[in-house]
């Protein structure tokens, strides 16, 4: 007898194999009373150590597998290891009550869980509960000297069947080999689903107790288009299966047909829907979702890759590739974005008390000028290979945009000077995600080629809501009238002066905001490549006329984000 189980479809597409029980260790800790804390911190400190060379192995696989944007969650959980909050509570707590690295590591990271997850509305927030999870399972297994699983030996086609995973387990996944994974608990914005989307398998998350169900070797048909799995299936369920599978390859394809089409609206409004990326590899995606360009090439990871600060030479062949890859389209290069939460070991920057509004982008570049010559002239020296923009970020003041787009000419006239061959179209352009230069676009709009609108950091400054911190969290409103203003003063005064605005923060790629991207007229989308298509295929479907008065609306007539949540569903998603 077959069984069905459902589930929430986090990834769509359809598998049909055997399950593979990809089954946790045990790692319960029992509260053991120590005489030597010292010994126990080093125990600790060796644990921590270890984990984090597994973390970065496992950041290596997943920058080859998923690119550089996913394997970032690594970075993450490094991060977390690395936070001495966090470390010296769980030294303090095995000194203070002399007790095992283990309990006291687990008492304080469930601590910090509980306290994420109890944001039920901020999906963000939970996430960052996931990774202490996924993080305290690697330290608990270092300490206890047990292994966790080996999801990379997978080594012939199954569906993997698991309580949870977590994105290291994800990440690891041979999409040669794993045909699709269904699990117990989990939602859409997990981790492991964005990568699922990521990686392009066919996942079901949530469905309370698939392990009990089904035991590994068991045949499994799993359909990610509706949640639905069916254990032990019939003849007829399989038949049905294989005739639903062929149906969404169809879809598929219809869907891929606007890879080449246009990103315009139904009334002929043309935008561009350009891809997010972090390394050269990044456009492998950028190319196969047929992305109109590059709209934020995020440099950070030349610099973070490395050991010691990327050569001149290292960075232009980076660059070089990225604008061959990208032919005629823009790409807007941003000069690094280091500080606030990104780090250089080898870049010696002091500790700060808020390293968000401290010495971090373009402060760094204009200060340590040489480290930022060395970027401009790496993009100047690519710039014949393409269509090159280059961007600055965290820009707060006329002055810093005239200081660095100086430095810029006159690296440029040296690369003349030493006979260099170069583009003579290079376009200089601004992240706007600092209030101030929001307010002033007006002014900027005179100076600079384009604008980018960066509503991650502009949404967090303009509502002072730190969005790493979960009692402010509520505050962090990208559909608040006032980002709204904000973003239509930055787009009507950039057009006033005859250049355009993209956006590149995540807003950009929320069905909520596009519509009232569109209504505000805003040029550029720059979003995740596997998204394009899917903003693509809800851009041709908008009117920009409807969707002006409506973000009229929304901008005048709502006074919360919620009313105009409500508003955009209402009119837009019904
Ligand atoms: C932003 O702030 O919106 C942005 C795109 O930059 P980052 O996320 O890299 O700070
Ligand atoms: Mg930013």
């Given at each position: 007898m077959s069984i069905k189980v459902t589930g929430i479809a986090a990834s769509d597409g359809f598998a049909k194999a055997k399950v593979y029980q990809l089954v946790e260790p045990d790692l319960s800790v029992k509260r053991v009373d120590i005489q030597d804390s010292a010994s126990e911190i080093n125990r600790l400190d060796q644990a921590i150590d270890q984990s984090i060379h597994e973390l970065h192995k496992i950041r290596e696989i997943a920058a080859e597998s998923l690119g550089e944007e996913e394997a970032q969650v690594f970075?993450?959980?490094?991060?977390?290891?690395?936070?001495?909050?966090?470390?010296?509570?769980?030294?303090?707590?095995?000194?203070?009550?002399?007790?095992?690295?283990?309990?006291?590591?687990?008492?304080?990271?469930?601590?910090?869980?509980?306290?994420?997850?109890a944001m039920e509305d901020n999906a963000y927030m939970r996430e960052r509960a996931a990774d202490i999870r996924d993080v305290r399972k690697r330290v608990l297994a270092a300490l206890l000297g047990v292994t966790l699983p080996n999801p990379a030996g997978i080594d012939e086609e199954v569906i993997v069947v698991a309580h949870d995973l977590t994105p290291s387990d994800t990440a690891q996944l041979n999409k040669k080999y794993v045909k699709a994974f269904v699990t117990n608990i989990g939602g859409r914005t997990s981790h492991s689903a964005i990568m699922a989307r990521s990686l392009e398998i066919p996942a079901i998350v949530g469905t309370g107790d698939i392990t009990e169900k089904a035991p590994q070797g068991t045949l499994l048909l799993v359909d990610g288009v509706k949640g639905e799995v069916i254990i032990n299936p019939s003849a007829e369920e399989e038949a049905a299966h294989e005739k639903a599978a062929a149906d969404f390859a169809e879809l598929k394809k219809v869907w891929q047909k606007l890879r080449d089409e246009k990103s315009v609206t139904a009334d002929g409004v043309e935008v561009e829907i350009a891809a997010n990326i972090g390394t050269p590899r990044d456009m492998e995606g950028v190319l196969h979702y047929g992305a109109d360009g590059v709209g934020l090439y995020r440099t950070e990871f030349l610099y973070m890759d490395s050991n010691e600060l990327p050569s001149e030479d290292k960075q232009f062949v980076a660059y070089k590739e990225v604008l061959e890859q990208a032919g005629d389209q823009p790409v807007v290069v941003r000069t690094m974005d280091i500080g606030g939460d990104k780090k250089l070991p080898y870049l010696k920057l002091s500790s700060e008390l808020n390293p968000f509004l401290g010495y971090r982008a373009i402060r760094i570049s204009l200060d340590q000028d040489e480290i930022f010559r060395t970027q401009l002239r790496a993009l100047i020296r690519a710039s014949i290979y393409g269509n090159l923009h280059i961007m600055f970020p965290m820009i707060a003041t006329i002055e810093e945009f005239k200081q660095a787009k100086a430095i810029f000419e006159e690296e440029k006239e040296k690369l003349i000077n030493e006979s260099v061959e170069i583009s003579n179209d290079i376009k200089i352009g601004?992240?706007?995600?600092?209030?101030?230069?929001?307010?002033?676009?007006?002014?900027?709009?005179?100076?600079?080629?384009?604008?980018?609108?960066?509503?991650?950091?502009?949404?967090?400054?303009?509502?002072?809501?730190?969005?790493?911190?979960?009692?402010?969290?509520?505050?962090?409103?990208?559909?608040?009238?006032?980002?709204?203003?904000?973003?239509?003063?930055?787009?009507?005064?950039?057009?006033?002066?005859?250049?355009?605005?993209?956006?590149?923060?995540?807003?950009?790629?929320?069905?909520?905001?596009?519509?009232?991207?569109?209504?505000?007229?805003?040029?550029?989308?720059?979003?995740?490549?596997?998204?394009?298509?899917?903003?693509?295929?809800?851009?041709?479907?908008?009117?920009?006329?409807?969707?002006?008065?409506?973000?009229?609306?929304?901008?005048?007539?709502?006074?919360?984000?919620?009313?105009?949540?409500?508003?955009?569903?209402?009119?837009?998603?019904?």
């Open positions: 970075d993450a959980h490094v991060m977390v290891l690395s936070d001495p909050e966090l470390v010296q509570q769980v030294k303090d707590k095995i000194e203070s009550e002399s007790v095992n690295a283990e309990f006291a590591f687990e008492e304080v990271t469930e601590m910090f869980v509980q306290m994420f997850e601004i992240m706007v995600e600092i209030p101030s230069s929001a307010v002033i676009a007006d002014q900027f709009a005179k100076e600079v080629d384009f604008f980018s609108i960066g509503t991650n950091d502009l949404i967090q400054y303009t509502m002072a809501a730190d969005r790493m911190n979960e009692r402010v969290s509520y505050l962090y409103q990208p559909y608040s009238p006032a980002i709204l203003r904000l973003i239509k003063h930055v787009i009507d005064s950039a057009h006033k002066e005859g250049i355009w605005t993209g956006m590149c923060g995540e807003m950009a790629g929320d069905p909520i905001a596009v519509p009232l991207l569109i209504g505000l007229g805003l040029d550029e989308f720059s979003i995740g490549a596997s998204d394009v298509l899917k903003n693509r295929s809800l851009i041709r479907k908008l009117d920009s006329k409807e969707m002006a008065s409506l973000a009229n609306k929304a901008l005048y007539e709502c006074q919360t984000a919620e009313e105009v949540k409500a508003l955009v569903e209402k009119i837009v998603h019904q």
